[in-house]
């Protein structure tokens, strides 16, 4: 019954200093009694680069003619020209980089929660929203026509897609300490 007993605490005491080999580079008794138990690392998910860039083209390729038509509706409304202006302006300078942003940032925090910060991101998109409507607004994009709206869907479908991508990629944060796994059969 002894013996039994030094066995057990030997094969958990095996275990756990099993878990590091850096520590304790020796073979432990655990690897001794069970050969086939080996430590493993566990597997660091990078975000699909494409994934990130398709799922942020569909998000605006949705949100920027919803936002172009919601931002004419509010404008139209208000005899006032800054009561119109600024809502309208919003509208379509904040929906289609949070749509992207976000969208983003769910499919790249199933990789790895906490790794990706959401608001340096958003920054960066908003200010890519606001050059594509300067832009627009320079080279004459109506978009109150069927062109106006497509010219400006697409150009967003481009820059806000990578810009969020980028972004998301350079404010990641390294992944949490990893402890071996210890994995086999008993």
Same mark, same amino acid.
């Given at each position: 019954m002894i013996r039994l007993l030094a066995l057990g605490l030997l094969t958990f005491a095996g275990v756990s200093f099993a878990a590091s080999p850096r520590l304790f580079p020796q073979p432990s008794v655990l690897t001794l009694l069970a050969p086939e138990v080996a430590l493993t690392e566990p597997q660091i998910r990078e975000p699909h680069v494409p994934t990130l860039l398709a799922s942020g083209a569909f998000a605006a390729l949705i949100?920027?003619?919803l936002a172009l038509a919601v931002g004419a509706e509010i404008g139209k409304g208000p005899k006032d020209l800054y009561a119109? &202006? @600024? /809502?309208? =302006? !919003?509208?379509?300078? #904040?929906?289609?980089?949070l749509a992207v942003v976000l969208t983003e940032w769910m499919v790249a925090e199933r990789?790895?929660?906490?790794?990706?910060? &959401? @608001? /340096?991101? =958003? !920054?960066?998109?908003? #200010?890519?929203?606001?050059?594509?409507?300067?832009?627009?607004?320079?080279?004459?994009?109506?978009?109150?026509?069927g062109a106006g709206v497509a010219v400006i869907t697409l150009a967003s479908a481009v820059v806000l897609p990578t810009a969020t991508t980028a972004m998301l990629k350079l404010t990641e944060r390294p992944p949490a300490v990893s402890v071996p796994v210890l994995s086999g059969n008993f």
């Amino acid at each position: 019954m002894i013996r039994l007993l030094a066995l057990g605490l030997l094969t958990f005491a095996g275990v756990s200093f099993a878990a590091s080999p850096r520590l304790f580079p020796q073979p432990s008794v655990l690897t001794l009694l069970a050969p086939e138990v080996a430590l493993t690392e566990p597997q660091i998910r990078e975000p699909h680069v494409p994934t990130l860039l398709a799922s942020g083209a569909f998000a605006a390729l949705i949100a920027t003619p919803l936002a172009l038509a919601v931002g004419a509706e509010i404008g139209k409304g208000p005899k006032d020209l800054y009561a119109a &202006l @600024v /809502p309208s =302006l !919003l509208t379509t300078l #904040l929906i289609p980089p949070l749509a992207v942003v976000l969208t983003e940032w769910m499919v790249a925090e199933r990789t790895g929660k906490g790794r990706f910060r &959401l @608001v /340096p991101t =958003l !920054l960066v998109a908003i #200010l890519g929203q606001a050059a594509i409507m300067g832009a627009g607004v320079l080279l004459g994009v109506n978009a109150t026509t069927g062109a106006g709206v497509a010219v400006i869907t697409l150009a967003s479908a481009v820059v806000l897609p990578t810009a969020t991508t980028a972004m998301l990629k350079l404010t990641e944060r390294p992944p949490a300490v990893s402890v071996p796994v210890l994995s086999g059969n008993f």
